[in-house]
């Protein structure tokens, strides 16, 4: 893996596509032991846009019947969060009643998961468990549980594996880290 350029900023490698995989694997295995055998059909919430990515590669290794639904919220501008989280996108399907895992790229200070499962809870959702990709436990500031995180790191700014600067960068296999 070598240095790329995105627009103006420089980045460095960070986590390779096999540690990204392998992470996914183990947390797929934890998401399987937990819903063996379940006769509901639990919605699998991706997050739009930069868990598309880890989203179809999660739902590659499910063992049990689920649905696929999308919400879009936005809370980045550049390289720093705005502490704001926005509905971009609601809701593609009706969730009262039901099972919803979310799945999130990247849960850092929690503001936008702690916004996302009150909206979920206000659309009648009967159970929410979250599942990110990456997690910044140094920045984390929301009493929200994550039940399911396939790769601890931190606090940097990354891009790759679905994650963007400025909208660029999600189409990258590895993870780079700005390089400072």
Request: charged share 25%; proline share 2%.
């Amino acid at each position: 893996m070598a240095k790329i350029k995105l627009q103006n900023r420089t980045f460095v490698p960070y986590i390779s596509n096999e540690e990204i995989e392998k992470a996914i694997d183990r947390v797929a295995e934890k998401v399987n032991a937990d819903y063996k055998g379940c006769t509901d059909v639990p919605i699998i919430l991706c997050v739009l846009n930069g868990s598309i990515i880890f989203t179809a590669e999660l739902l590659k290794r499910l063992t049990f019947n689920c649905e696929l639904a999308t919400i879009r919220l936005s809370s980045y501008q550049g390289t720093e969060t705005t502490g704001v989280t926005r509905k971009v996108l609601g809701l593609t399907v009706s969730l009262k009643g039901r099972r919803v895992i979310v799945v999130e790229d990247i849960v850092d200070t929690g503001h936008t998961i702690t916004d996302l499962t009150r909206i979920l809870a206000e659309a009648g959702a009967s159970d929410v468990k979250v599942c990110t990709m990456l997690f910044k436990p140094a920045i984390f500031k929301s009493t929200i549980k994550l039940d399911y995180v396939a790769m601890e790191i931190e606090p940097k700014f990354i891009v790759g594996f679905g994650l963007d600067f400025n909208e660029l960068g999600r189409n990258l296999k590895d993870i780079y880290i700005l390089d400072e």
